[in-house]
T-cell receptor, first 113, second 108 residues
Framework: EAQVTQNPRYLITVTGKKLTVTCSQN?????MSWYRQDPGLGLRQIYY???????DKGDVPEGYKVSRKEKRNFPLILESPSPNQTSLYFC????????????FGPGTRLTVT | RKEVEQDPGPFNVPEGATVAFNCTYS??????FFWYRQDCRKEPKLLMS???SGNEDGRFTAQLNRASQYISLLIRDSKLSDSATYLC?????????FGTGTRLQVFP
C-alpha cells in the first residue's frame, strides 16, 4: 500500500531533550516536506527536500533540522525542544513540486513541557 | 495580510443542502490551486485540483477566478460524511501555501 508513515504518533517530552520524528514513504517520491499545524495558523512548512542530499528551509525552520540521506526517509530533528514547538507535525511527499498532489503522513502530536 | 484567506466557519448545514466556500489569495503569480479535506486530527487529503475552466467531481464543483484572485468550492446534496475542514491550497513558485481551513458540519 502506497503510504507515508511517521513515528512516533504521539510524544510528550521535556524542554531540551533531543528528539527525532521519523518519516518514510514507499512511493519513490523525490519531494518530501515537513509541516506543523497550529490552531488559527494553518499548515506551515518547516523544511523540504527536492531529492537526496538536497534540503531547504521553509517558512518556520528555526529550532529544527532535517536530513535526506535516502530517498524514502526524511527525519525531523529537534535538537533542544521548547514549549513553543508543541504542535501537530505532518510529513508529506509528492512526485514533484507544487502541481502534484502531496501525500501526508498520519501526523505526530508533540507536546513539550 | 495572509497569502491565502478563508472564512473559518463553522458552516452548519442540514443534509441535502448546497454549501459554498470561498478562498482568496494574494499572489497573482500563483500557478495552481487545490482543495484539500482534513478530518479532525487527521492528515489532509487532496479533494480536487482547481482548473481555470472550472471542474466538477460528482457533488463537488471548483471554480477559479484569476482576475479577482479567488477560488470557490461548491458542495451539492451535502452528506453527513462531508463534515470536515476544507483547506484552500495555492501553489506559489513550486511551494504549497495552505489556508487555515473552513469547517463544515452537516447535521441530520
Amino acid at each position: 500500500e502506497a503510504q507515508v508513515t511517521q513515528n512516533p504518533r504521539y510524544l510528550i517530552t521535556v524542554t531540551g531533550k533531543k528528539l527525532t520524528v521519523t518519516c518514510s514513504q514507499n512511493m519513490n517520491h523525490e519531494y518530501m516536506s515537513w509541516y506543523r499545524q497550529d490552531p488559527g495558523l494553518g499548515l506551515r512548512q518547516i523544511y523540504y527536500s527536492m531529492n537526496v542530499e538536497v534540503t531547504d528551509k521553509g517558512d518556520v525552520p528555526e529550532g529544527y533540522k532535517v536530513s535526506r540521506k535516502e530517498k524514502r526517509n526524511f527525519p525531523l530533528i529537534l535538537e533542544s525542544p521548547s514549549p513553543n514547538q508543541t504542535s501537530l507535525y505532518f510529513c508529506a511527499s509528492s512526485p514533484g513540486t507544487g502541481v502534484h498532489e502531496q501525500y501526508f503522513g498520519p501526523g505526530t502530536r508533540l507536546t513539550v513541557t | 495580510r495572509k497569502e491565502v484567506e478563508q472564512d473559518p466557519g463553522p458552516f452548519n448545514v442540514p443534509e441535502g443542502a448546497t454549501v459554498a466556500f470561498n478562498c482568496t489569495y494574494s499572489n497573482s503569480a500563483s500557478q495552481s490551486f487545490f482543495w484539500y479535506r482534513q478530518d479532525c486530527r487527521k492528515e489532509p487529503k487532496l479533494l480536487m485540483s482547481v482548473y481555470s475552466s472550472g471542474n466538477e467531481d460528482g457533488r463537488f464543483t471548483a471554480q477559479l477566478n484569476r482576475a479577482s484572485q479567488y477560488i470557490s468550492l461548491l458542495i451539492r446534496d451535502s452528506k453527513l460524511s462531508d463534515s470536515a475542514t476544507y483547506l484552500c491550497v495555492v501553489n506559489k513558485g513550486g511551494k504549497l501555501i495552505f489556508g487555515t481551513g473552513t469547517r463544515l458540519q452537516v447535521f441530520p
